[in-house]
């Protein structure tokens, strides 16, 4: 009995396609980098500071700090190994695997930044484990695509056309009017723009990863205007990424920004995938709704890691707060102590 439903449930799975693997070892090395770059560009950003003006009040000492640039190094490599990843399968495979540089950014945060991680911390690591996992075997085969032009007529559908122009409304409001307000107080400002942002940078980067794997292939996509369209986009916006994630990373703690820049960035790209490539679509119901529990599960652990963050520094935020209001309002290191009244703000 017990034969005939191991064998049910391998014929009902048929195991992940080759390309999904690939798209796998790559998003999972990418953690890796991208989570050991937060730490190294902090540290980076820190000694940058000391010495100049510092990136969270519009500096940009920190170009000329050679730890700041091996961090980039780093995420770049990173961003690589996820730009592949993109070409091979679904960004709803891809993009939650982004939790394992979150438990990576989190230990390191913990060992080299002194931030200390809770127990309960730990706990966080684990449901992020568990729900990628759910969701890697889960996810769905990539959509076969031979062509960037089906890639454009994809993005050029009206659901997707609206979804990218709320994002740059958004985008344009905060930067505008938020930003100079709150951008120093409140840490879902910096992280909101990145994010938005971000789900058209993976949309992109997607497109463009499909036009380089067929050309490398022997299709050769570099002729199409739309390939070309698709790179401008990219570089725009992770310029534009870069910018504030470096402004959030120097103004808030490492170990928040990260968490929630995820879940943030996560859920807006699984929302920008199913719209414009209609991932679902291939999907049952039972699929779906597994995939949505794993990635509650992912959000359980980031939550846990930010709460728990705040536990462990509670006695000791408590004594620096009345030590140092008599600084302006900052710590040593410059970072607004108000920033972590307006985390616990709704």
């Known amino acids: 009995m017990a034969e005939e439903a191991t064998q049910s449930w391998m014929f009902s799975y048929k195991g992940m396609s080759s390309d999904n693997i690939k798209g796998l070892v790559l998003a999972t090395s990418s953690s890796f980098f991208i989570g050991a770059s937060f730490i190294?560009?902090?540290?980076?950003?820190?000694?940058?500071?000391?010495?100049?003006?510092?990136?969270?009040?519009g500096g940009y000492s920190y170009l000329y700090e050679p730890l700041w640039w091996v961090g980039m190094i780093a995420m770049i490599v990173g961003e690589i190994a996820n730009f592949a990843a993109y070409a091979f399968a679904p960004a709803i495979l891809v993009t939650p695997l982004g939790a394992l540089s979150i438990i990576i950014?989190?230990?390191?945060?913990?060992?080299?930044?002194?931030?200390?991680?809770?127990?309960?911390?730990?706990?966080?690591?684990?449901?992020?484990?568990?729900g990628s996992t759910t969701i890697v075997l889960h996810a769905p085969q990539e959509r076969e695509i031979e062509s960037v032009t089906q890639v454009w007529d994809l993005a050029t559908e009206p659901a997707f056309l609206l979804y990218a122009a709320l994002v740059l409304a958004a985008v344009f409001i905060l930067v505008v009017h938020v930003i100079p307000q709150y951008g120093q107080t409140h840490i879902m400002v910096y992280i909101g723009v990145?994010?938005?942002?971000?789900?058209?940078?993976?949309?992109?980067?997607k497109a463009l990863g499909i036009a380089l794997k067929l050309t490398f292939s022997g299709v050769n996509q570099l002729l199409y205007p739309q390939t070309w369209v698709f790179t401008i986009v990219v570089v725009t916006c992770v310029i534009t990424q870069?910018?504030?994630?470096?402004?959030?990373?120097?103004?808030?703690?490492?170990?928040?920004?990260?968490?929630?820049?995820?879940?943030?960035?996560?859920?807006?790209?699984?929302?920008?995938?199913?719209?414009?490539?209609?991932?679902?679509?291939?999907?049952?119901?039972?699929?779906?709704?597994?995939?949505?529990?794993?990635?509650v599960t992912i959000l359980s652990g980031t939550f846990l890691l930010h709460k728990t963050k705040d536990m462990a520094d509670g006695p000791?935020?408590?004594f620096h707060l009345s030590k140092l209001t008599e600084v302006n309002g900052f710590d040593?290191?410059?970072?607004?102590?108000?920033?972590s009244e307006s985390l616990q703000s709704p």
Request: charged share 15%; net charge positive.
């Open 40 to 57: 190294i560009k902090k540290k980076g950003l820190k000694k940058a500071g000391a010495s100049g003006v510092r990136a969270g009040v």
């Open 105 to 130: 950014s989190a230990v390191l945060a913990h060992i080299i930044l002194r931030e200390k991680l809770h127990s309960f911390g730990i706990l966080g690591c684990v449901l992020c484990v568990v």
């Open 194 to 205: 990145c994010s938005l942002v971000g789900s058209l940078t993976v949309m992109s980067v």
């Open 242 to 295: 870069l910018n504030y994630l470096n402004k959030a990373l120097d103004t808030f703690n490492t170990a928040v920004v990260s968490p929630i820049y995820y879940v943030m960035f996560t859920s807006l790209t699984i929302l920008a995938s199913v719209i414009m490539f209609k991932d679902w679509d291939r999907q049952n119901p039972t699929q779906i709704v597994t995939e949505m529990c794993a990635f």
């Open 316 to 318: 000791v935020a408590s």
């Open 332 to 339: 040593p290191e410059g970072i607004p102590l108000t920033c």
